[in-house]
């Protein structure tokens, strides 16, 4: 899972003027007055301009089109663009404000109707694929501005109570203007925390709000931020910079601790409201389809995180036979463990009866659990370096970014996920990170570990996004671009790598796989069941707990996690079943001629793709294996005559 978790669109902000023109737009952005965080004014207009534009100039207007969304994204996101490597706005945050998310959908808009009128003729095939990638992510953005997912501002995966503790770990520190900046950020704060109180108030008064019943931990992750005294935001300053006078940094670390004592005060505000009057009145109903317009945003939710248009039930049914698939090739790799070959009389069991006894067993040996988060931790760090020896055998191009393993912040720790990916940045000196969870280490077992770490770093997330951020030739707009399906479609993949690699040997690790693959297996069920088919938490609990071996923990965190975040976890499934359906496809063309590198690489090569489009791109790049293959034959058997 990479940590882009929240369900709700990015309330993209913008903070100053800018007039951007291309293929004869005219577009004026917004303005901010007054000082960084001051009220917005929009400045709205279009002119056009009779300027046909020749063939060779369309792909100058195409950059064109490309610098201005980005600048507008980056003016509206800033603390993203220093992560990213485009520091051009560091001394604001974005802006909440109910004004702010209105001036960004008419411009979403405006910049979506500018874009539309580009023309094609005399791009290259990469600058038509990227012009339609680009069309087709702001069009989701539009169709979904009438859904108000901005409301939904908190849930167990994301909120301030976890933004802003995290305010530092992307950014980077290295000279004076770096903590000036972050001064000046910290200062900004409260306002941007009143203005998500009040997205939440109209919440309340729209009636879109989470289920009642995920909520429950977000008074404790409020407690323990507030208990930390955000002491992560202080660091930075208690460091030396050789452009840093101790009478600078003084007077900084004053202004920033004044700053964190005032969020402080905001986030016990927000945490009294969210504790008596928000989590009250939330909805106890937990399917999307109960919000206003829940079935259409469902369907929506669908075809935006998995790319396709099929229906609810129709990914139901996908995700039963997948299940009843992987259920047959458990019991195969149950039979191989000391488990079973040490007890005969387990040889008499049903079938049913023989799969709930083997994971009783996995659930209470001491033998799968680490006693510290140390070890736990190293672990990790070890399986790791023994992917990154396989990686060559199976890419021939790496990403250059590298990465590390960290456990996930105690304070957000038990309402989180077992892990996930933040990507990193070679431009703004980030690496990504894999972040595993260390609490409650008797419900984190061993035999999952590989698949984890396959899928969250190599050769899942780290090296899919790190490629992508180190596309040539490819504006930043595309290479920031991230379509679930593909994304975490790979990741699921790339646990199956782990058989190439001699991973699995071992029948308990290779249970730890397919337990992780008839879990994305069962989120296909239960998703659907749940927002679309009038399944209760209950049902899906009790699926999950039949079906897979999860500790009983992981299950009612991944329950509330699709609760939380309607269709996400649908992408993983559908996704894997994709590339492993074109993998299978070019084995079949290419024959012995197939070669699993070269796959690869095409398969990653233009980022993250929708499923349509990375079919008809793998099937035209098949089409061209073959024919290369066919003319080499020709030639070898006429240089022979």
Not at 53 to 73: C, G, H, M, W, Y
Not at 382 to 401: E, M, V, W, Y
Not at 419 to 425: C, E, K, L, V
Request: charged share 25%; proline share 5%; aromatic share 8%.
């Amino acid at each position: 899972m990479t940590t882009q978790n929240d369900w709700s669109l990015k309330c993209w902000r913008v903070c100053c003027v800018g007039v951007v023109v291309f293929n004869g737009q005219r577009i004026a952005m917004a303005q901010i007055s007054g000082s960084d965080t001051g009220d917005a004014k929009t400045i709205q207009k279009a002119e056009s301009t009779p300027e046909p534009a020749t063939a060779p100039a369309n792909s100058a207007v195409l950059r064109e089109a490309f610098d201005a969304i980005q600048t507008f994204k980056d003016r509206e996101d800033p603390m993203e663009a220093i992560a990213n490597g485009r520091p051009g706005d560091a001394f604001r945050i974005s802006d909440h404000s109910a004004a702010a998310i209105a001036r960004r959908e008419k411009e979403t808009a405006a910049l979506l109707k500018a874009l539309q009128t580009v023309s094609r003729q005399g791009l290259s095939e990469s600058e038509a694929l990227d012009l339609d990638l680009v069309i087709r992510d702001l069009s989701m953005d539009v169709r979904a501005q009438k859904f108000l997912g901005h409301l939904l501002v908190i849930g167990p995966l994301g909120g301030p109570q976890q933004s802003i503790a995290q305010m530092c770990d992307r950014m980077p520190f290295e000279r004076a203007q770096d903590l000036q900046a972050h001064a000046a950020r910290l200062e900004q704060v409260p306002k941007q925390l009143a203005d998500d109180q009040a997205l939440l108030e109209e919440g309340l008064r729209q009636r879109i709000t989470p289920a009642k019943v995920v909520l429950q931990g977000i008074d404790a992750q409020f407690g323990a931020v507030i208990g930390g005294n955000l002491d992560a935001l202080r660091a930075p300053f208690l460091r030396e910079y050789p452009d840093v006078p101790p009478a600078m940094r003084a007077q900084l670390l004053e202004r920033a601790d004044k700053a964190i004592q005032n969020i402080l005060a905001a986030m016990t505000t927000m945490r009294a409201f969210i504790r008596d009057r928000y989590l009250p009145n939330c909805r106890d109903d937990i399917a999307c389809a109960a919000l206003p317009n829940g079935q259409e945003w469902y369907a929506f939710r669908l075809n935006q995180q998995t790319t396709t248009m099929r229906s609810p039930k129709e990914i139901h049914a996908i995700g039963l036979a997948e299940v009843a698939r992987i259920r047959g090739e458990m019991l195969v790799v149950i039979r191989k463990t000391d488990w079973f070959t040490n007890d005969p009389a387990l040889a008499a069991l049903g079938e049913d009866e023989l799969f709930a006894r083997f994971i009783a067993y996995l659930r209470s040996d001491p033998r799968f659990y680490f006693q510290s988060a140390q070890e736990l931790l190293s672990g990790y760090r070890d399986i790791c370096k023994q992917i990154d020896a396989h990686l060559p055998a199976l890419f021939g191009t790496l990403p250059r970014l590298p990465y590390g393993v960290r456990e996930i912040p105690r304070f957000m720790a038990p309402s989180q996920t077992t892990a996930y990916y933040q990507q990193g940045s070679i431009d703004s000196g980030n690496p990504g990170w894999f972040y595993a969870n260390t609490f409650a280490l008797n419900q984190r077992p061993k035999y999952e570990m590989i698949p984890l770490a396959l899928h969250e770093a190599v050769p899942g997330h780290h090296l899919q996004i790190a490629l992508t951020q180190e596309l040539p030739q490819r504006h930043a707009l595309r290479r920031d671009m991230g379509f679930t399906a593909f994304v975490e479609g790979w990741a699921l993949y790339a646990e199956r790598l782990g058989i190439e690699m001699q991973l699995f040997d071992d029948p308990y690790n290779d249970f730890g796989r397919l337990l992780y693959e008839m879990w994305r297996s069962c989120r296909l069920v239960v998703d659907t069941g749940m927002h679309a088919l009038g399944w209760s938490r209950e049902q899906a609990v009790a699926f999950m707990r039949a079906n897979t071996a999860l500790s009983e923990l992981n299950i009612e965190r991944e329950v509330d996690r699709y609760i939380s975040w309607p269709g996400q976890a649908c992408a993983y499934k559908l996704g894997e079943l994709e590339i492993r359906r074109l993998r299978l496809y070019a084995e079949k063309e290419l024959g012995n001629t197939f070669n699993l590198r070269a796959f690869h690489d095409a398969l990653l090569c233009d980022g993250a793709l929708p499923l349509d489009v990375l079919d008809a791109r793998m099937t035209r790049w098949i089409a061209a294996r073959k024919g290369e293959m066919s003319a080499q034959n020709s030639t070898l058997i006429n240089s022979d005559n």
